[in-house]
């Protein structure tokens, strides 16, 4: 059987990937009075009285909701939220098994961005932090946008910006072995989705050097009539020189590609007229250009999503620990240094010593990283002030 079988079995045969296990013993009466009624009436008359309670009496402190609506599931599209549910019970998994948090799949029944924020903020009052997942851009921007106003637990859509924070990761390690400057970086992105346009902002933000967005139709340029409201903003902030074309044209002179997009949009002759390129082709399945014929064609570094090929960029090196961080000191919300600290703090797993051009970023499988991120993201919600404790 091949990958999709072996799945297909196995989800077959264990129902579903997480349960929910009592954490209370109930063996006798009083343990039943203890943890129900009428003993439970205590907790509950605590936090009416004080809300920060609720965080230290119930799961609130370790819990967080994974919440699709299934509009954009992996490299599937527009599934709908009953087939967006295996992921979900997925990304549960992982949470426990890296970083030890507990975390509870919800799918929405709806396309409506009303809908969407009303549901997530009438619930939020049960978790710690919502993880936004595979919700299709740009509504995954405005309901993120309202939900960080309406409520006062982290709101991350990993799809953005876990992705974002280990592409930093991966590009800080990249330069420590090429003979490129923090700063003076001309980069390319090709997709402007939610993943692009959070690359975009953080490495930006971390001031990697001068960028450029491309999507289907080319170059991204400020006073483009045919952007909408979030490629406007990132327009802002990206190709400042206005240069227009088409992918080929922005990936002249290159240091770096990253790619979020569609399988082939790059050729070897593109990566020949780059400068030494740094590759990041990080659609999945099938990147944009395979990491051998970029390598063929004179790449210096070559990263995909990919857990066959050297430089898996995963988003499991950065969300587990992101929200062990957060949940661990009753962050309020996620912050652009708390992302900032996360990823270099993932581009430190990998010791300087150790660097090469097919290790530049540490294992997804490796179960220490969560711990680190999580220490750096504490850290750094402390030092802002954003915390409860």
């Not at 809908?115 to 939020?124: F, K, R, T, Y």
């Not at 960080?148 to 590009?171: M, N, R, S």
């Not at 990566?271 to 051998?292: D, H, L, Y």
């Amino acid at each position: 059987m091949d990958v999709f079988e072996k799945a297909l079995q196995m989800h077959y045969d264990l129902n579903g990937k997480i349960e929910v296990i009592s954490r209370a013993k109930i063996e006798s009466s009083e343990d039943l009075s203890l943890a129900y009624s009428p003993g439970v009436a205590e907790p509950c008359r605590v936090i009416a009285k004080d809300y920060n309670e609720s965080f230290k009496l119930t799961r609130r402190s370790n819990l967080v909701a994974v919440i699709t609506n299934g509009t954009a599931v992996l490299g599937l599209g527009n599934i709908g939220p009953a087939a967006a549910m295996p992921v979900m019970e997925g990304k549960c998994a992982l949470f426990k098994h890296f970083a030890g948090v507990d975390a509870f799949p919800i799918c929405v029944d709806t396309e409506d961005i009303d809908q969407m924020v009303e549901s997530i903020a009438l619930i939020s009052k049960s978790f710690g932090g919502i993880n936004l997942e595979d919700i299709s851009a740009p509504a995954c921007f405005e309901i993120e946008r309202r939900l960080k106003e309406k409520c006062d637990i982290p709101i991350f859509h990993d799809d953005q910006h876990g992705t974002a924070i280990v592409t930093a990761a991966a590009l800080i390690n990249a330069l420590k072995i090429s003979n490129k400057q923090m700063g003076q970086l001309k980069i390319v992105i090709n997709g402007a989705g939610a993943a692009g346009v959070a690359i975009a902002k953080l490495l930006d933000t971390m001031k990697f050097g001068q960028i450029i967005m491309c999507d289907s139709h080319g170059i991204i340029c400020e006073g483009d009539p045919r952007l909408n409201k979030e490629k406007e903003e990132i327009a802002k902030i990206t190709n400042l020189d206005h240069q227009t074309g088409t992918l080929a044209d922005a990936l002249k002179g290159a240091d770096v590609f990253i790619g979020v997009s569609v399988p082939g949009t790059v050729t070897k002759e593109m990566v020949q007229s780059m400068n030494e390129g740094i590759i990041f082709a990080m659609a999945n399945p099938i990147p944009e250009i395979m990491p051998e014929d970029a390598l063929e064609a004179g790449a210096l570094i070559v990263g995909t999503g990919r857990s066959d090929y050297p430089n898996q960029i995963n988003n499991v090196l950065a969300f587990p620990g992101i929200f062990k961080g957060a949940l661990s000191v009753g962050a309020k919300e996620i912050t652009e240094k708390m992302k900032e600290e996360a990823a270099y703090a993932i581009a430190k797993m990998v010791p300087d010593d150790q660097l090469t051009a097919e290790n530049i970023i540490v294992s997804a499988l490796n179960r220490e990283v969560a711990d680190v991120v999580a220490k750096a993201v504490a850290d750094c919600a402390r030092e802002q002030g954003i915390t409860r404790e």
